[in-house]
């Protein structure tokens, strides 16, 4: 069965360094998410991405945050300038047009030190 | 703001109990609702999708329900068992297609 995969499974950065977390959505699906989980919290919504441009952000989306499609396949999550604060499991989802069930995959364990 | 609860924030159930998770949400103008399973350290799993226009679906020994007018949603597992303990997720969407989590419910079937 076709799943969303994402790179790497953890990560461990400095403060102030860039990230970039990679997700592969399903071959066929059209709309791509990202979402995080600070250790102990609620699953949010950071981004959604439709037809190569954001379709809609949250306000934890902000300026030090950027998503790209730069292939056919691949579509991240870049943090510039990382805080102590973006420690979090970070989860990528996809969904065809037509259906509802969004696909996670297994998410970035990020640790900012 | 869209809200999302859930209750109880965790349950411990002995195996072949049946049991009843609980969900509520502020916006009546929810798209559909969906519960998720997530184990330890894990990803989501989607366990069922309702519909804002359906009262329930069942997938298994799920089944969920979903009353918009009181803004509630409830999972229903039948006959745990203790590949059941997970966290479960329920999560709500609105136009825009974005999903609002609640904090779910962990749950632990004892053998």
């Known amino acids: 069965e076709p799943e969303v995969t994402q790179t790497p499974s953890h990560q461990v950065t400095q403060m102030g360094q860039e990230v970039i977390l990679r997700c592969v959505p399903i071959?066929?699906?059209?709309?791509f998410y990202w979402y995080r989980q600070i250790l102990g919290q609620k699953v949010e919504f950071l981004v959604s991405?439709?037809?190569?441009?954001?379709?809609?952000k949250s306000e934890i989306f902000d300026d030090q945050f950027s998503v790209e499609r730069p292939d056919g396949s691949n579509f991240t999550l870049k943090i510039r300038s990382t805080k102590l604060e973006d420690s979090a499991m970070y989860f990528c989802a996809s969904i065809t047009e037509t259906e509802e069930t969004q696909y996670f995959g297994p998410g970035t364990r990020l640790l900012v030190l | 703001k869209q809200e999302v609860t859930q209750i109880p924030a965790a349950l411990s159930v002995p195996e072949g109990e049946n049991l009843v998770l609980n969900c509520s949400f502020t916006d009546s103008a929810i798209y559909n609702l969906q519960w998720f399973r997530q184990d330890p350290g894990k990803g989501l799993t989607s366990l069922l999708l309702i519909q804002s226009s359906q009262r329930e679906q069942t997938s298994g020994r799920l089944n969920a329900s979903l009353d918009k007018s009181s803004g509630r949603s409830t999972l229903y597992i039948a006959a745990s068992q203790p590949g059941d303990s997970a966290t479960y997720l329920c999560?709500?969407?609105?136009?825009?297609?974005?999903?609002?989590f609640g904090e779910g419910t962990q749950l632990t079937v004892n053998p």
């Open positions: 991405f439709y037809n190569n441009e954001i379709s809609e």
């Open positions: 999560a709500m969407e609105t136009s825009g297609s974005r999903l609002t």
């Open positions: 071959s066929n699906h059209l709309y």
